[in-house]
Each structure stands twice: as C-alpha cells, then as structure tokens.
C-alpha cells in the first residue's frame, strides 16, 4: 500500500472524508433524474416517425377517396350517356347506324361496371388504409402522452435536484478550498483521482471480510488489502492509497464517524 506523508493526518482526512461525502451525495441526487432525459429524447424519435407514417398514410387515404369521388363522377355521366344511347338506338332505323350506336352502349356498359369493380377495389383498400391510419394516430397519442408525462416527471425531479445539486456544489467548493489551502497536494492528489474514478469515489471505506482474521478488501476494486492496513488506518495518522485502483482508503467507522456529524 502507499502511504502519502501528511502532517496532521487525522484532520485531513476528515476532509477528505467530508468531501467525499458530499460526492457521494451529488452522485445520488443525480441519479434520481435517470435516464428520463434519453427515454424522452427516445419518445420523441419515435413520435417523429409515426407523425411521417400517419403523414403518408393520410394522403393515400386521400389520394383513394378522390379516385372513388372521380369514378362515381364519371359514372355518373356514362349513366347519362348510356340512357341517351338507348333513346338513340330505339329510334334509328339505319342498319349501319344502329349498330354504331350499340357498340358504343355495350362499351358504355362495360365501362360502367369496370369503374364499379374499381370502386369496389378502391374502398376495401380505403378501409385498410383507414385502419392502418387510426392506429398510427392512435400510438402516436398515446407516445405523446407518455411523452408529456415522462416530462412532467423530469421537471419535478430538476425542481427538487437543481436546488440540492447547488446546494452541494456550494459546500464542496468551500470544503474542496479548505482542502487546498491547507494540503494543495493533496487536493490535486484528490481531485485527479476523483475525475477518474466511477461515480467520483476518488476515497472509500474499507471493506472487513472476515472479522476474525482481519481480512480487510479495498471498498473501490474489491482488492484484498495487508491485514495490518486496517489496524493502521484506525490509528488515523496517515493517508493511505489503494495500490490497485489509486483511491484512498479509510477506516470504515471513522467514515461514518464523519458521515454522520454532516448535516
Ligand atoms: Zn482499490
């Protein structure tokens, strides 16, 4: 293990211990805001593509309704047409004229049932269409809903976590300046550590494995730790560092000692 040489070890540690706590802390009110913040820009994504599918989906539907109305239009007059070909054809005495005229009614006829068929066609797949569009429309509601919630909830967790995470930031400015007024190696030492490390733990409690023996294990990597480190740092007069992973390490109840006199 390595041990950095401090005068009054005792006090700085209880520094570092506070500072560290006050980390931790931080950490934890960040923590509470998750990862709402990524779900809603997820949700939003999701929104998008829906808004462009119920989009396509609405003009097709549109495009078809305006293929039906023509049709029925058109239908509409060859109906005409068809009645006057018949008046025609009841009245024409010329052979050749005559089967003019029928040949255009029997075409007349055909087109009429062929637009019947499309038309037909045409409003299945309107309904399809119309099926497909309502439950895009449906899901994007419902997304925009979740959506509007998730945000709701963010905006409650940031009032309660903007104010805290001040708060912390404030006191560790002020304890981080104690810190580097009186050790300022030990608060570079500390700080480049604690950039480093998960979650800030740049200082951890060891861990006691088995009471009997002593067994004692680095709380940051888990590291199994010299036994006598743990009767060392209840002495509290110098500043040890994990070997392994680089964080300081204390005694656990002097940790909480600490710990506990915070506010
Ligand atoms: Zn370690």
Redesign the pocket.
Known sequence: MTAVEVSQAQELLTILIRLQVLYNRLHHVRQQQGDLPFQIEDLQAKAMALKHEANELAEQVHRIEHEIRSLFTSNESLRDQQQKLQKMLNSIRNEQEFFRVKNDLEETNLTIQRNIKTISRLQKELSEKQAELDAKQNALAETQEIILDKEEKLRHVLQITTAQEEKLLERIRTVSEELQMKNPRLYQLFERRRRSMRESKALVPILCIDQESNMVA?G??Y?LLPRQLHWELTQRNQVYI?E??G?FLVDASFFEEVASTME
């Open positions: 680095c940051g990597c590291r994990c392994s992973c964080r």
